[in-house]
């Protein structure tokens, strides 16, 4: 009876997490395709120094140590006079600069870690990556909110756009269209407010090499695997053939 209780309960949290995501317009979107390649050595350096500058303020990589950056061919003596602030030593973890208690004063929550973010936002729209880049790119001022901002992918999200500057303001363009009886908004584009202090196309690149450094983030290894996991099906294509012509020339005399 406790588990038939418990599980009516979540069914009844899930319907009600869906509706509000659709209240809240949080299908109007689709994910855009985030331009990941972690073998670009320059797109890493410049996603790394991008989390630094930008995200390890109020989030940390607690999974995730300065001297790791070596791997995207950065030197300790570059991890420390670009990457590190003067109380951190380049075998430390990336510890986020705000006071946990603080931030959940400010955002009503502690800043999530981002170590494996990319990892952990797949779903029906995309890769992790994918949500990430539609996401840092779809925030749009909404006097509403406490933080001055709001965003299409994450509706009523309480960080605010700490890319504001590099992006500028924008705003959504809706239309309204008829569905079911009901009047429907879908999106349709962007109204630039006031420029940023990059255009929209380098904004967009840096977006990339950021997430692109988030996605490798979450397994810096993921380089190494692939590459060795092909050297192991050539061997194992090369071994099979080897081994079948052993076999027919083993039971060659045998009917």
Not at 139 to 162: I, Q
Request: some cysteine; proline content about 4%; glycine content about 8%.
């Amino acid at each position: 009876m406790k588990n038939i209780k418990q599980l009516t309960l979540g069914l009844v949290m899930a319907l009600g997490l869906a509706a509000g995501a659709h209240a809240s317009g949080g299908e109007t979107i689709a994910w855009d395709k985030a331009p990941v390649k972690t073998n670009d050595m320059a797109s890493l350096q410049n996603g790394a120094k991008l989390f630094v500058n930008y995200c390890l303020n109020c989030h940390s990589a607690a999974f995730m140590r300065f001297n790791r950056l070596k791997d995207i061919e950065l030197t300790d003596q570059q991890i420390k006079d670009n990457l590190l602030f003067t109380t951190d030593k380049v075998g430390e973890t990336m510890k986020a600069a705000i006071d946990p208690k603080q931030a959940k004063e400010w955002f009503g929550a502690n800043p999530p870690d981002l170590t494996v973010i990319a990892r952990s936002r797949a779903g029906h729209g995309g890769t992790g990556a994918d949500y990430l880049y539609t996401y840092l790119r779809t925030y749009y001022r909404d006097e509403t909110k406490a933080t001055g901002w709001n965003n299409l992918v994450f509706p009523s999200v309480g960080m605010p756009h700490v890319l504001w500057e590099l992006q500028g303001d924008r705003k959504p363009v809706f239309e309204e269209n008829e569905a079911h009886g009901h009047a429907v908004k879908v999106f349709k584009g962007w109204q630039q407010v006031s420029p940023g202090s990059m255009s929209p196309l380098q904004y967009d690149q840096a977006v990339g090499d950021l997430v692109n450094y988030l996605q490798w983030m979450g397994e810096p290894a993921q380089n190494t695997r692939v590459r060795v996991g092909v050297w192991v099906l050539l061997f194992l294509g090369v071994f099979t053939v080897i081994a079948w012509r052993l076999n027919a020339a083993f039971w060659k005399d045998i009917k």
